[in-house]
């Protein structure tokens, strides 16, 4: 991985964002600076996961003082990061939840919200506390897919110590919030020495005196991940057969695109109309029939992932074994659900037989989903969410789905990624090891998101 720090870029950036921000002590925009660089990368922090800090002082004249945390707002883009996607935070407030015991995630949208130095209208990552347990005053914390093919096997946490022995620390999963943030600073605090924590089925955090040391140290960890991995004894998948090619995966992609577009936006209106049946019949004084259910149906976009590693895996006779495992982190059943659906149907079969293959396929994963959904304690989740996210078809490749044509393209990136750390844990002898199933929707459905939603 190529450390893409540049003095004269770093310089540019400060003084464009000086203007706006002339007030910003500089080692805030080297930090957001850094956290561009970051946000560059899909294998360092795939479409703005993970998100960064820095620790200073607001003056308030008469010579006092605040120290302050900078923490990345919640939502908001590492690649396109500006100086004000920083919230600042009251840092003794948030050092003071260590000793405080744990909060819901209400509690801490509340807080979060109620203690900004200065009024920002965002709501700081719900990552924040984990920052403000470190001490250091630069922590960047990214989602390496480099650290996940060690972490994310069976004896993950012995193998990242032989690579990287003290220098790291390891932590199990823990929920973020209060309870991840206890994690990684109790392991921080106990491996005295240690640069940085991994987080297995997560990601990495690590920090240093400035942007630049905790940028730095970032990459260097990462070519070391790398390293490892391909001095690891090579187990290369069972040979393809019958690869599709490109351009007849493009074909074949326009024979079935139309097909599998309808077959999902049938599936969301049902599913939409069962959502509008059940608010009537549960809350039959509220007003419903202005909008017909057919009205708020949102689009269905879809995307061709059919780039030639996807295809060789598609055609290995290991690929079915490896694509269809559960998810390795929370933020995949966020972007393709538990599992992609496997459509073995031939691309030259009567387009009737396909159509009732799909719908078939398509009602069956939304079943799935529910019962998962249910199992897991989560109610009333939106139609969208029942929907797959990613189909495979042999002959096309992985035909991804979104509610925009920016989701669906997100989905392909996030999948060609699950695909890319399954593929090489399993290539290096490796046993994937999944997300433990009551974390499989952690990020999606929390009390978090849902204060962010209602602006708290
Ligand atoms: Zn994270």
Known sequence: MVNHWNDASEQGYASRHSIRHPRLERGILRQAYATTLLGADNDLAMHGGGNTSIKTAIAYGGGN??????????????GAFLPEHFVAMDLEFLEGIRSGGALDDEAMARGFSDHQLAQSGRLPSIESLMHAFIPAKAVDHTHPAAILKIVNRVGGTELLKECFGGDLAVVPYARMGYDLAMAVSGAALENSGCKGVVMAHHGLIVW?????????LTISIVNKAEEFLSSMASLPLSPAVGVVPEDVSVKNYELIAPIVKECVSQAQLLLSVGDEE?????????PHGANNAGADIDNVSLSLLNTPDVLELIASPDGKNIICDPPMTPDYPMRFRILPLWANISISADPQKIASYIQTAVDKHVDGYKGNLKKHGVAGAPAPDLLPRAIVHPQVGVICIGQTAAAARMAADFTRQAFSIRRAIAESGGVYESLPEEYIF???????QKAKMEGH
């Open 442 to 448: 952690d990020m999606q459905y929390r009390g978090y």
């Open 208 to 216: 240093g005196e400035g942007a630049r040391e905790a940028y730095d």
């Open 65 to 78: 003082e605040k120290r302050a945390l900078y923490v990345k707002a919640t939502g908001t883009p590492l």
């Open 278 to 286: 059940s608010r009537t019949t549960q809350a039959p004084s509220e």
